[in-house]
């Protein structure tokens, strides 16, 4: 895969509310350029809310975000979501769609890539994820690997600046998860920007340049994997990886 090795991303004093519910309590988040910062924490601490807010999908109540240190609150919010790929639990694909075609949707409607450009560009992408084999079947005759495979290969053909992934294997079957992470792992040493939101603590430890551990709408801790894992400093870190690990 190419080093893309752009899009430091920072998120600064970030507040979003719910109505009454306080979410996100002042975050802060920096991520390096050509790294990989994974976040952790307990269910219901924010987590998918600061990816929305990140890329705008929702606008933040107070705070920053700046992408190679501009800040992009001005821009046109489709702007910053091009430069964002975004991969979910649930893979959102189109079911009655081919597995290329799936691919190339965006490139031909967002893009204006001609059929046969959207084509190559889809079928290059596949074959990154291994599954240019695939590309005439439908996303139900794969397993929820293949599919989740499908879904990153369809944020990157977008050429991201920065890949989201929001518990992208959260919803797989145990055995189908090692693949999946793989690849994210693949993409990590490739140079992508990455933030991931995940529960796989050896993926966090492993892959990941930096962790960041989320409660209660705060970072209650962040640092390099080994600080995080074998010296946390507060009762809420260390209670929450005697739960996890
Ligand atoms: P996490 O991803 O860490 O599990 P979330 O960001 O999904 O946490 O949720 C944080 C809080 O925000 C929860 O209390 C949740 O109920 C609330 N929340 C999330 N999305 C919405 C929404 N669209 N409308 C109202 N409340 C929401
Ligand atoms: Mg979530």
Request: no cysteine; aromatic share 4%; hydrophobic share 40%.
């Amino acid at each position: 895969m190419k080093a893309i090795e752009s899009g430091t991303l920072t998120g600064r004093g970030l507040h979003l509310s719910f109505g009454s519910n306080h979410v996100l309590r002042g975050i802060d988040l920096h991520v390096e350029r050509g790294t990989t910062a994974s976040v952790i924490g307990p269910s219901g601490s924010g987590k998918s809310t600061l990816l929305r807010v990140l890329n705008r999908l929702i606008e933040p109540d107070q705070g920053d975000i700046l992408l190679d240190g501009r800040s992009v609150l001005k821009d046109n919010p489709d702007e910053l979501r091009r430069r964002i790929g975004m991969v979910f639990q649930q893979f959102n694909l189109f079911p009655h769609k081919t597995v290329l075609e799936n691919v190339t949707l965006a490139l031909r409607k967002l893009r204006g890539m001609s059929a046969d450009e959207a084509r190559r560009k889809g079928l290059a992408q596949l074959d990154l994820v291994g599954l240019k084999h695939k590309a005439d079947a439908r996303p139900g005759n794969l397993s929820g690997g293949q599919q989740q495979r499908v879904a990153i290969a369809r944020a990157l053909a977008m050429d991201p600046e920065v890949m989201f992934f929001d518990e992208a294997t959260s919803a797989l079957d145990p055995e189908l998860v090692k693949g999946v992470l793989a690849l994210m792992a693949d993409l990590a040493s490739a140079g992508m920007t990455m933030v991931v939101v995940t529960h796989e603590m050896g993926f966090s430890r492993n892959v990941s340049d930096t962790v960041t551990f989320m409660d209660a709408g705060v970072v209650v801790e962040s640092g390099p994997p080994a600080a995080i894992f074998d010296d946390p400093r507060t009762d809420r870190l260390r209670s929450f990886l005697s739960d996890v690990l």
